[in-house]
């Protein structure tokens, strides 16, 4: 006998088979059970989390033999074709690759004749957001009104491309993501069922690796026992995966609060010696700073799926909240820009030498001692106002990379700048808010909070800036320090800055302007290529369509 993937030996047959969605299942449940079931069923989420599974085991309690029920029997004709996947009544239609018209039309003209076997004819379609829009058109007539013997079940991972009508006439059921707890354990049970020994650190990783997806995992527990030689080992599943254990990843964040640039690059170095995934070690120090800060600031948290509490609460107490942040958001940029570097691992070492380079310091170049966050879980105190902090306190510190012993520098005096052109102004004396971002050269995370702020006013020598509350954690001392000293430089004067949270500043940024700008370009781009000649020929006398996505503005 050939050898049956588990991603497929060990589909659900029966609703209590599945794992997560008992939120569907029990609609479903009770639709069956009362026999007030809609003529359209609408199941969304991402891949691998059950919808064409759902679809098929609700199609087999509508025809089981033994009666309509949620629990069908899966011994009659029906379900075991159903199982097997040939059910003359079960017609599964694969949108991706049927997007035309005319495979439509020949569902609509064979939806009017009876069962062959079932008591329903059962239309699975899967990735229904591709079918083309005449396609939907031809549909709609009859999904708004089928046929009494009919039952559509539509499955989408995209259903923001599905139109409205067809959302309007479909019962709708969002599947969610699978955590990696029930991920790990439904491996478990499948490993115990085969027999096949296992490491529960290595189950960890493959929950992890399976993105929310019980599919994706189960073909990767497949791709891990052919690697393992029959059994599943945690160093064997790293090495396939490219990923490291989760101690390399806390000696980084060691040697980042130690401030020790030497310990860094060694774990690098460790850490490259797996041939990782970079982008994905990037992912583990973001989620391993995620629990550093909800031991920091949320009452009462434990972390509940790792074995290392003790570690996690010793790097809570060395770091302040508002550098865990920003570490935090220094993984994820990296993480992104990772495609864009020389290559992956000068891209990951970049990523934590500026983590590194950023750690807080005094103007003598020492790092700064401060308060740590408590290990016992707290709720997050107020920050007092940024004003009241001596100016001493904002300049950065950049870590040497040996850490040689050496003496404090005196502190330096800023290099001479260049003379600028005056920065515009408006009737009130304001600077032009736009015009001082370029003058001060505010590029990257500076640029980034500097876009999505709006200047309110001023008080003194204080500049008052908007932010809307998604953005207000972009406003942390060491950016805040930096873009005041470049600020102060374009204005040729010494400036403060203070950010206050409003809900409404979103329509007044850069950052909105220039999306505003870029929204109208792309609509401008779409309708000039609707209007062109040759496109409306095209469609005319060949039926074309044009790819919304595929259009670009040209950009000067």
């Keep these: 006998m050939s050898y049956q993937v588990l991603a497929r030996k060990w589909r659900p047959r029966k609703f209590a088979e599945l794992v997560g969605q008992e939120h569907v299942v029990r609609a479903l449940t009770n639709a069956l059970d009362t026999g007030r079931m809609h003529h359209a069923y609408l199941f969304t989420g991402t891949r691998g989390v059950g919808k064409t599974t759902i679809a098929r ?3 087999k309690s509508l025809n089981c033999e033994r009666g309509e029920s949620a629990d069908p029997c899966g011994e009659c004709a029906v379900c075991t074709a159903v199982d097997a996947g040939r059910f003359v009544d079960l017609l599964e239609i694969d949108a991706a690759s049927n997007t035309g018209v005319d495979d439509v039309r020949e569902v609509i003209e064979n939806a009017q004749y009876a069962p062959a076997r079932g008591r329903f004819k059962v239309y699975l379609v899967d990735e229904v957001h591709m079918l083309s829009k005449p396609a939907f058109n031809a549909l709609l007539k009859t999904l708004e009104e089928p046929p009494p013997h009919v039952k559509f079940l539509l499955a989408t991972t995209d259903p923001q491309k599905l139109p409205v009508t067809v959302l309007s006439r479909c019962l709708k059921f969002n599947l969610k993501r699978l ?7 439904q491996m478990r049970h499948i490993l115990g069922a085969e027999n096949i020994p296992y490491e529960d650190a290595a189950i960890a990783e493959l929950a992890r690796g399976a993105d929310g997806s019980l599919r994706d995992g189960l073909s990767l527990l497949d791709q891990a026992i052919a690697y393992g030689g029959g059994s599943l080992r945690v160093d064997d599943v790293r090495a396939m995966l490219g990923s490291v254990a989760r101690g390399q990843v806390m000696g980084v964040l060691q040697a980042l609060a130690d401030g020790n640039g030497e310990t860094l690059m060694t774990e690098c170095t460790r850490i490259a010696s797996f041939s990782p995934d970079f982008g994905g070690v990037l992912d583990d ?19 509940d799926d790792e074995g290392d509490d003790s570690a996690l609460a010793a790097l809570a107490q060395q770091f302040a909240p508002e550098d865990v942040q920003l570490y935090y958001q220094i993984a994820t940029t990296g993480r992104r820009d990772l495609s864009l570097a020389p290559d992956a691992r000068t891209g990951f070492e970049m990523a934590l030498l500026r983590m590194l380079a950023f750690r807080p310091g005094d103007s003598s170049g020492a790092p700064v001692e401060r308060p740590a966050a408590s290990a016992a879980p707290r709720a997050a105190a107020p920050m007092p106002p940024r004003a009241a902090a001596p100016v001493a306190n904002e300049r950065m510190h950049v870590a040497s990379v040996t850490e040689a012993p050496r003496a404090a520098p005196a502190p330096v005096a800023p290099a001479p700048v260049a003379a600028r ?6 009737a009130n004396g304001l600077p032009h808010w736009e015009s001082l971002i370029e003058q001060a050269n505010l590029r ?9 702020a709006a200047l309110r006013g001023r008080e003194g020598q204080t500049l008052i800036l908007a932010l809307q509350p998604a953005h207000m954690h972009l406003a942390v001392e060491p950016m805040m320090g930096q873009m005041e000293d470049r600020i102060s430089q374009a204005l040729g004067e010494r400036i403060k800055l203070r950010f206050t949270e409003e809900r409404t500043a979103v329509s007044e940024t850069p950052a909105a302007r220039a999306a505003n700008a870029r929204e109208a370009a792309q609509s401008a781009a779409e309708q000039a290529i609707d209007e062109d000649p040759l496109v ?21």
């Design 536 to 556: 409306q020929s095209l469609k005319r006398e060949f039926g074309a369509r044009v790819v919304p996505q595929s259009i670009k503005p040209f950009e000067n």
């Design 57 to 59: 085991i609700f199609a």
């Design 444 to 452: 990257g995370p500076l640029g980034q909070l500097a876009q999505n």
């Design 179 to 185: 955590l990696p707890e029930q991920i790990s354990g």
């Design 285 to 303: 120090l973001a989620s391993v700073l995620h629990r550093i800060q909800l031991i920091q600031l949320v009452p009462g948290y434990r972390p």
């Design 421 to 426: 052109e005056p920065v515009a102004r408006d």
